[in-house]
């Protein structure tokens, strides 16, 4: 990559850095960027969109997106307390009224997002995953989201269906046609 940000050591000034940094982005993925004091702020708009997640579900996300072969892009911000995991996405495909599973709070519109190498009092932005100059495109909206979501069977509050226990208390398995054998039971 030619790029100056290839070599942080490239550009010696920080402002130069930053306006560098700003210009890549824009040149590269045509996101909307400015450098405000010691930060480079991308507004979330067009088709750059963004989610906020815990670490544990950033981890689920990147597996799930994973086996989708797909890049999944993620911001480290430092706070005060915690660090800020953010994962991008493409906004083309979210409706105003998709669900938002638990734990996931998508970033409205128009919210200007620290990139790298933005200098925040807690400490400096990097990328936990970094984005990758051949292939653009970020995972869609629904991607995320639906990666994000917790497993079904993992959440206490969703009932597994009921057992009907047959005459003595076990429900036999018909065996598929064709099949040998005497039939198994349930469980």
């Given at each position: 990559?030619?790029?100056?940000?290839?070599?942080?050591?490239?550009?010696?000034?920080?402002?130069?850095?930053?306006?560098?940094?700003?210009?890549?982005?824009?040149?590269?993925?045509?996101?909307?960027?400015?450098?405000?004091?010691?930060?480079?702020?991308?507004?979330?708009?067009?088709?750059?969109?963004?989610?906020?997640?815990?670490?544990?579900?950033?981890?689920?996300?990147?597996r799930?997106?994973?086996?989708?072969?797909?890049?999944?892009?993620?911001?480290?911000?430092?706070?005060?307390?915690?660090?800020?995991?953010?994962?991008?996405?493409?906004?083309?495909?979210?409706?105003p009224?998709?669900?938002?599973?638990?734990?996931?709070?998508?970033?409205?519109?128009?919210?200007r997002?620290?990139?790298?190498?933005?200098a925040?009092?807690?400490?400096?932005?990097?990328?936990?995953?970094?984005?990758?100059?051949?292939?653009?495109?970020?995972?869609?909206?629904?991607?995320?989201?639906?990666?994000?979501?917790?497993?079904?069977?993992?959440?206490?509050?969703?009932?597994?269906?009921?057992?009907?226990?047959?005459?003595?208390?076990?429900?036999?398995?018909?065996?598929?046609?064709g099949?040998?054998?005497?039939?198994?039971?349930?469980?």
């Amino acid at each position: 990559m030619n790029s100056p940000l290839a070599d942080p050591a490239a550009v010696k000034n920080p402002l130069d850095r930053l306006t560098a940094a700003a210009d890549h982005y824009r040149r590269t993925f045509g996101w909307n960027t400015e450098v405000r004091g010691q930060n480079v702020l991308a507004t979330l708009s067009g088709s750059l969109g963004a989610v906020v997640m815990s670490v544990a579900r950033v981890r689920q996300v990147h597996r799930r997106i994973a086996n989708l072969d797909e890049p999944c892009p993620t911001i480290v911000i430092p706070g005060d307390r915690s660090l800020t995991w953010v994962v991008l996405a493409d906004l083309g495909d979210r409706l105003p009224g998709d669900a938002v599973p638990p734990g996931l709070r998508v970033l409205p519109m128009f919210t200007r997002l620290p990139l790298p190498p933005s200098a925040l009092d807690a400490g400096v932005v990097r990328w936990h995953t970094e984005l990758d100059p051949g292939r653009r495109w970020l995972p869609s909206m629904a991607t995320v989201l639906a990666a994000g979501a917790p497993r079904v069977d993992a959440d206490p509050r969703c009932p597994r269906p009921a057992r009907h226990p047959g005459p003595r208390g076990r429900v036999p398995l018909r065996p598929f046609p064709g099949a040998t054998g005497e039939a198994r039971t349930a469980w």
